[in-house]
């Protein structure tokens, strides 16, 4: 009997041992072992000015070929979500041939384009200040630039994702893991000397690794003018912190870590914006740290203003980041709407007087616009829509290209951009239309990514007090709607869009739905609002829109119909 109990419980402790061991990731070097290491550096996307272009391929040669191999220490490299797939293969080739191990984190290009620009969460001051032709260069906050792009900036650059990943792989074979910027380079004494103070420290779960920035590669010209400059970190396997991946590029996401293990220096003071405040994480091993060896920063290529000064180094991030982006967002909308690819292979009733109408207005654009303002316009949003047909002839995107032209360069122009009612939502959506029919990309390309910043500067100037009239609402809904739906057709759905205080079209629509009942106009015909509210409700979900009384039809946008016969 005793016997039979000592087998069950024997049983029963390995069934929970082996639960525990499943779900607790213990170190895979036995404590004790002799020590042995992995470097692990992390190349990533240029973001010029803040980088040369061609400093990380210049950089990966200079490492492979210069820097000596260490005794106990196996090296690797992680391609950080490399944008140029030609530039991604030769890396690869490049340390392959060296005999290093080549890890790619592939740029998640889906995860990407289903980010927005989003000032919401900023102060009403600065959320209600950014139309959508604003220059992020010249917007003196960097902070709020940051906060405004840190959605595409962290699906495009996740640096603490990288340097995470290094530590999980690193610590399947080796004792201590350093996770390393791409240009990071040892020389065989600071080397030595890095090795030799961790050998002599059994307590320690971080190593700081102090590091200068070099001017020149060559001679190993260090870069003018001292500024604080944050280590290099190595971790034990058995190391419990790891860096938070919500932060993004230049926003604290290595000083956080140095912060949160109580390592001394300045980034101590440097603080997150007041918006940009989330639950911190708590350090599991704080102060077992020490500062061990040296490295040196490879020379960026960067300006020797950009690199010697701390603020333009920060400046220098975010305005790469933003270029970054552009480019990105540019070169994705012109893949998705090259003219060949948007043809139909037939037009509707719809789509044919609709296409006829278009081509009356860009033959006397001039004309219409004197006699009736951009309003006389509004027509036009269908363009993209029906650019595939043959029915459009080709002066007419030449005639297009000139509106557009105006409507960019005009005082009139932009101060119906500028304009923060209904009136600026459909400039922003002529223009947008303009801007696809033509192939205007670049242009295109701003205006779908700042449609949420206008939206969000409406939601503040609604909310200041400044709420407009039924009928001004209902245009904008209008707007919206037709903007979503072009939007979406483009490859940008912002049908998806919703802000940090929940402003989003739905909710836009969902105001009108609440309070409309409770003015004038709607109580007079009450059925007229339902029913339009129910038509473009639908209409925004892609739906097919129910029949409008035709003495309601006023309420509904020009040519509403076609985007229920074409589904775009």
Same mark, same amino acid.
């Not at 610590?171 to 090795?195: N, V």
């Given at each position: 009997?005793?016997?039979?109990?000592?087998?069950?419980?024997?049983?029963?402790?390995?069934?929970?041992?082996?639960?525990?061991?499943?779900?607790?990731?213990?170190?895979?070097?036995? /404590?004790?072992?002799?020590?042995?290491? #992995?470097?692990?550096?992390?190349?990533?996307?240029?973001?010029?000015?803040?980088?040369?272009?061609?400093?990380?391929?210049?950089?990966?040669?200079?490492?492979?070929?210069?820097?000596?191999?260490?005794?106990?220490?196996?090296?690797?490299?992680?391609?950080?979500?490399?944008?140029?797939?030609?530039?991604?293969?030769?890396?690869?080739?490049?340390?392959?041939?060296?005999?290093?191990?080549?890890?790619?984190?592939?740029?998640?290009?889906?995860?990407?384009?289903?980010?927005?620009?989003?000032?919401?969460?900023?102060?009403?001051?600065?959320?209600?200040?950014?139309?959508?032709?604003?220059?992020?260069?010249?917007?003196?906050?960097?902070?709020?630039?940051?906060?405004?792009?840190?959605?595409?900036?962290?699906? #495009?650059?996740?640096?603490?994702?990288?340097?995470?990943?290094?530590?999980?792989?690193?610590?399947?074979?080796?004792?201590?893991?350093?996770?390393?910027?791409?240009?990071?380079?040892?020389? #065989?004494?600071?080397?030595?000397?890095?090795?030799?103070?961790?050998?002599?420290?059994? @307590?320690?779960?971080?190593?700081?690794?102090?590091?200068?920035?070099?001017?020149?590669?060559?001679?190993?010209?260090?870069?003018?003018?001292?500024?604080?400059? @944050?280590?290099?970190?190595?971790?034990?396997?058995?190391?419990?912190?790891?860096?938070?991946?919500?932060?993004?590029?230049?926003?604290?996401?290595?000083?956080?870590?140095?912060?949160?293990?109580?390592?001394?220096?300045?980034?101590?003071?440097?603080?997150?914006?007041? $918006?940009?405040?989330?639950?911190?994480?708590?350090? @599991?091993?704080?102060?077992?740290?020490?500062?061990?060896?040296?490295?040196?920063?490879?020379?960026?290529?960067?300006?020797?203003?950009?690199?010697?000064?701390?603020?333009?180094?920060?400046?220098?991030?975010?305005?790469?980041?933003?270029?970054?982006?552009?480019?990105?967002?540019?070169?994705?909308?012109?893949?998705?709407?090259?003219?060949?690819?948007?043809?139909?292979?037939?037009?509707?009733?719809?789509?044919?007087?609709?296409?006829?109408?278009?081509?009356?207005?860009?033959?006397?654009?001039?004309?219409?616009?004197?006699?009736?303002?951009?309003?006389?316009?509004?027509?036009?949003?269908?363009?993209?829509?029906?650019?595939?047909?043959?029915?459009?002839?080709?002066?007419?995107?030449?005639?297009?290209?000139?509106?557009?032209?105006?409507?960019?360069?005009?005082?009139?122009?932009?101060?119906?951009?500028?304009?923060?009612?209904?009136?600026?939502?459909?400039?922003?959506?002529?223009?947008?239309?303009?801007?696809?029919?033509?192939?205007? $990309?670049?242009?295109?390309?701003?205006?779908?990514?700042?449609?949420?910043?206008?939206?969000?500067?409406?939601?503040?100037?609604?909310?200041?007090?400044?709420?407009?009239?039924?009928?001004?609402?209902?245009?904008?809904?209008?707007?919206?709607?037709?903007?979503?739906?072009?939007?979406?057709?483009?490859?940008?759905?912002?049908?998806?869009?919703?802000?940090?205080?929940?402003?989003?079209?739905?909710?836009?629509?969902?105001?009108?739905?609440?309070?409309?009942?409770?003015?004038?106009?709607?109580?007079?015909?009450?059925?007229?609002?339902?029913?339009?509210?129910?038509?473009?409700?639908?209409?925004?979900?892609?739906?097919?829109?129910?029949?409008? /009384?035709?003495?309601?039809?006023?309420?509904?946008?020009?040519?509403?119909?076609?985007?229920? @016969?074409?589904?775009?």
């Amino acid at each position: 009997m005793d016997a039979l109990l000592y087998r069950v419980s024997a049983a029963l402790f390995l069934s929970i041992f082996c639960r525990i061991l499943e779900t607790v990731s213990l170190p895979c070097v036995p /404590p004790g072992s002799p020590l042995n290491f #992995a470097i692990y550096r992390i190349l990533g996307n240029a973001l010029p000015p803040r980088h040369d272009a061609e400093s990380a391929l210049h950089n990966l040669r200079y490492i492979l070929e210069r820097e000596a191999a260490f005794p106990g220490c196996t090296k690797h490299w992680i391609l950080n979500g490399l944008i140029d797939p030609e530039l991604s293969d030769e890396c690869r080739k490049l340390i392959e041939a060296a005999g290093q191990e080549c890890h790619v984190l592939p740029f998640d290009e889906e995860g990407y384009r289903a980010q927005f620009l989003d000032a919401s969460g900023l102060p009403a001051d600065l959320s209600g200040n950014y139309p959508p032709d604003f220059n992020p260069v010249l917007i003196r906050s960097r902070l709020a630039i940051e906060w405004i792009y840190r959605h595409k900036s962290l699906a #495009a650059i996740n640096i603490n994702r990288a340097r995470n990943l290094a530590l999980a792989l690193g610590r399947k074979h080796a004792r201590w893991t350093i996770p390393l910027d791409g240009g990071c380079f040892f020389t #065989a004494d600071d080397w030595q000397d890095f090795t030799r103070t961790l050998g002599a420290d059994t @307590e320690a779960l971080y190593a700081l690794i102090p590091m200068l920035r070099l001017e020149s590669n060559e001679d190993f010209v260090e870069v003018p003018g001292a500024y604080p400059i @944050e280590p290099q970190i190595a971790f034990r396997d058995d190391a419990p912190d790891r860096f938070d991946e919500r932060l993004r590029y230049g926003n604290r996401n290595k000083a956080e870590f140095l912060v949160r293990i109580a390592a001394p220096g300045p980034w101590h003071t440097w603080k997150a914006a007041d $918006w940009d405040s989330f639950e911190p994480l708590i350090a @599991e091993a704080p102060g077992r740290f020490i500062s061990a060896g040296r490295a040196y920063r490879l020379e960026t290529g960067a300006a020797q203003q950009v690199e010697s000064h701390e603020r333009q180094r920060h400046a220098a991030r975010f305005e790469g980041v933003v270029a970054m982006t552009h480019k990105l967002d540019s070169q994705a909308l012109q893949l998705r709407l090259a003219r060949n690819s948007v043809t139909t292979p037939a037009a509707s009733q719809a789509e044919l007087e609709s296409l006829a109408r278009c081509e009356t207005l860009l033959n006397d654009w001039q004309r219409q616009y004197s006699d009736g303002g951009w309003q006389a316009l509004r027509p036009l949003w269908v363009l993209p829509m029906i650019s595939g047909h043959e029915g459009v002839p080709n002066h007419c995107i030449a005639r297009a290209g000139a509106l557009l032209g105006v409507m960019e360069s005009s005082k009139e122009g932009h101060a119906a951009s500028l304009a923060m009612s209904a009136e600026g939502t459909w400039m922003h959506l002529l223009k947008l239309s303009l801007a696809l029919y033509t192939a205007q $990309w670049p242009l295109a390309s701003r205006l779908l990514n700042y449609a949420p910043l206008r939206l969000m500067a409406q939601h503040t100037r609604n909310a200041s007090g400044q709420v407009a009239s039924l009928g001004e609402r209902i245009s904008q809904a209008n707007a919206w709607v037709i903007l979503a739906r072009l939007s979406a057709f483009a490859g940008v759905d912002l049908r998806c869009y919703e802000g940090v205080q929940g402003v989003s079209i739905p909710a836009l629509l969902a105001e009108i739905g609440r309070t409309g009942p409770d003015t004038p106009e709607w109580q007079v015909q009450p059925e007229h609002y339902q029913c339009w509210l129910a038509a473009i409700s639908t209409l925004f979900r892609g739906e097919a829109a129910p029949v409008i /009384p035709s003495d309601a039809m006023h309420l509904m946008p020009v040519a509403w119909s076609l985007l229920s @016969e074409t589904g775009h």
